[in-house]
């Protein structure tokens, strides 16, 4: 295999000014530079990413802890983070904590273990040990999708205060938007299938659900709020609850993407159709949601952005380690279909073929 010594040798520079460009640790002429990239291109120099994390203190290497990975959701999250690390020179290790609070403590020490420059984490619903490693050793990170309570403006200054950047979607208006719409459609019992509880995305979209419903005029009534924690199985078990009331909802908004196949299975099983029956609207949008009949009127959240930010944001955190902590909310949007009730949208005039 080709050595730096030989890079050095072919580009007519010394090895330090080869290190220099490889580390990007000092400032290198162009011409010199490109000298140096040629010759690494001729000779299939392939540069050895230990010694370059010695001389650098970086390994330019990314931990990413999320759950569910399957999730469509964290997958386009995924999506985004790696193509935003490439990007920057970065690779990527991840880990699956299954929304376990132990198994994500234990995941984010080995991440950590293998040296990653920094860590994006979506936290679980207990995450009072995560945060604790995170602080007692400093780790740069960012927490993703779901939120901790951090102090406006914390730093590096305040030892015992958590210090962690934030990227994540709007959750309270859109969800309030969904049960608007449903009560403009003439709904007066609008049930809503939440999150797994401790999550701040379920405590979010509840506060939503509830803000749309005062909104409307509507009154809250318990029985119509029930937790399928954030998994199609447990919402296929609360949606059979809600058909099973006295008095059932005629509206339903679901809370994430797997809570909204759950509902629908439930729904099916009863021999219920969507919107005759009982409207559906859902927080989250995927790939499938206008395939199926009807359409899926959905929240769409902007998850590979919500990656790609998270990476920007972790970047900035390790070039000035002491900056305070910030939360980053992206918007999302509304996307209007026909589960909803609401007949299919007719192309302008112009539009027709």
Do not use: K
Not at 31 to 46: C, K, M, N, P, S
Not at 275 to 282: N, Q, S
């Amino acid at each position: 295999m080709p050595t730096m010594t030989d890079v050095a040798r072919h580009a007519g520079v010394s090895v330090a000014t080869v290190s220099h460009v490889l580390n990007d640790t000092r400032p290198v002429l162009p011409h010199t530079r490109q000298a140096v990239l040629d010759a690494i291109e001729v000779l299939g120099y392939t540069p050895n990413t230990l010694a370059r994390s010695l001389v650098t203190a970086r390994t330019r290497s990314i931990g990413l802890a999320v759950s569910a990975i399957s999730n469509p959701y964290f997958t386009e999250i995924l999506q985004g983070v790696e193509a935003s690390a490439l990007e920057h020179g970065y690779g990527l290790l991840i880990a699956d904590p299954h929304d376990d609070p132990e198994h994500e403590r234990t995941v984010v020490q080995l991440l950590h273990e293998r040296r990653v420059d920094g860590m994006i984490v979506a936290p679980s619903a207990e995450p009072s040990a995560l945060l604790a490693y995170l602080t007692r050793h400093r780790v740069p990170a960012v927490l993703l999708d779901r939120t901790v309570d951090t102090p406006a403006g914390a730093s590096a200054e305040v030892d015992d205060a958590p210090r962690f950047d934030q990227v994540c979607a709007e959750n309270t208006e859109p969800m309030s938007r969904l049960v608007t719409h449903l009560a403009e459609r003439g709904h007066r019992r609008i049930a809503l299938v939440a999150g797994l509880p401790g999550l701040s995305t379920t405590a979010e979209r509840i506060s939503g659900y509830r803000l749309g419903l005062a909104a409307a005029g509507l009154p809250y009534d318990e029985r119509l709020l029930v937790h399928g924690d954030s998994a199609s199985e447990g919402a296929q078990r609360a949606t059979a609850g809600l058909l099973s009331l006295a008095v059932p909802p005629t509206a339903l908004v679901t809370g994430n993407n797997a809570m909204t196949i759950g509902a629908l299975r439930a729904l099916r099983d009863r021999g219920r159709s969507v919107p005759e029956d009982l409207a559906l609207c859902c927080f989250d949008d995927f790939a499938w949601a206008d395939l199926f009949s009807p359409r899926l009127t959905a929240i769409a959240q902007p998850s590979r952005e919500i990656g790609a930010v998270a990476v920007r944001v972790l970047l900035e955190r390790l070039d000035a380690p002491r900056r305070p902590a910030r939360t980053v909310r992206l918007p999302c949007a509304f996307v209007h279909r026909t589960s909803c009730g609401c007949p299919e949208e007719q192309p302008e005039e112009g539009d027709r073929p």
